[in-house]
């Protein structure tokens, strides 16, 4: 069976726009759409160059926060986390939420 249609995660950075111009040639860019999930830890300009990228690729793009999905495993973590300083751990939640949207 052979993928028709694909929704990619863009984040701005080199593997996803590599990723999303694979699919838009091998699918056409009406069978691609473009999701950015920005959250606590997101750019601007990342979420530009994900916007940007679908616009030169010609597909549809969708901007869909995952703070909310980040707050509620912060949350559901703080006892875990209790006492220690924020770090990239805290950054590493969001890449995990995205990868859960």
Known sequence: ??????????????????????????????NVIGVGMPGPYSSQGSI????????????????????EICNAARSTLAPVFAGLHADVTEENIQSRAAGCS
């Open 1 to 30: 069976m052979c993928f028709q249609r694909a929704i990619i995660g863009l984040s701005g950075g080199i593997d996803s726009a590599l990723t999303a111009s694979i699919a838009a040639d091998a699918l056409g860019p009406e």
């Open 48 to 67: 530009d160059d994900a916007r940007e990228l679908a616009a030169n690729l010609k597909f549809r793009f969708e901007l869909l926060s995952i703070n």
